[in-house]
């Protein structure tokens, strides 16, 4: 039988063993947000409460200063947490803060009741989209444009890219592609496909417009 100090020593042992579990679920808890990490990462309890910054969060606040890194959470933080998924649920968003705009991505651990979020700084890319978009504008004005002036004259107007694909035509071309190729065509079609069907003249178009797309001229 046991006496009343071993069981006393093992209860100790038991104590301080479990003690070391816990440490050790501390230290791989905070394992999972690595310094080096370049995204931005946040960890807040139930209550919205900071729990953990990395390095570049830290650095996101100070440009961003004066500011509170609860900006960062879920407008329904309660409700985010409470719709719960296998283990971890995870939604996305998008923040605007100022003149930056973040992409998060909101993770809920169960384990430890608490949100990390990862805040892509995105601000370069919607720059880049909103440009593109204006580009894109500007090129429809300018079709809208020709269409209008070479309404209801012979003039035929088309453009492709370099995989010979539509990128316009005006109705005068659409016409006359038709008469031609017995096809009804559209924008983001291939022109060597149009003529698939006809082998000899695809070889001609396929020289023409290739000497085109290299930036020579032809007739």
């Not at 694909?165 to 071309?173: E, L, R, S, V």
Request: glycine share 2%; net charge negative; proline share 3%.
């Amino acid at each position: 039988m046991k006496t009343d100090q071993e069981a006393s020593t093992i209860e100790q042992l038991q104590r301080e063993i479990a003690s070391l579990r816990q440490q050790n679920e501390v230290y791989r808890h905070q394992a999972a947000f690595p310094q080096l990490n370049p995204v931005p990462i946040f960890e807040f309890d139930r209550y919205g409460q900071v729990v953990y910054l990395n390095h570049a969060a830290q650095q996101t606040l100070n440009q961003l200063a004066p500011i509170d890194a609860r900006i960062f959470l879920p407008d329904r933080l309660e409700e985010s947490i409470n719709r719960e998924q296998d283990n971890v649920l995870q939604s996305f968003t998008e923040l605007q803060i100022n003149d930056q705009i973040f992409e998060e991505t909101i993770a809920h651990s169960k384990e430890y009741d608490t949100v990390r979020i990862y805040a892509n700084n995105i601000t370069q890319h919607r720059l880049a989209e909103q440009a593109l978009n204006v580009k894109k504008l500007e090129l429809i004005q300018t079709q809208e444009f020709l269409e209008a002036v070479t309404k209801g004259t012979d003039v035929i107007i088309a453009s492709i890219d370099l995989n010979f694909c539509y990128t316009y035509f005006n109705q005068a071309y659409q016409e006359e592609l038709k008469r031609l190729s017995g096809k009804d065509i559209e924008r983001g079609m291939n022109i060597l496909d149009v003529f698939s069907h006809l082998p000899d003249q695809q070889k001609i178009i396929a020289r023409e417009w290739g000497l085109v797309l290299q930036g020579e001229s032809t007739n």
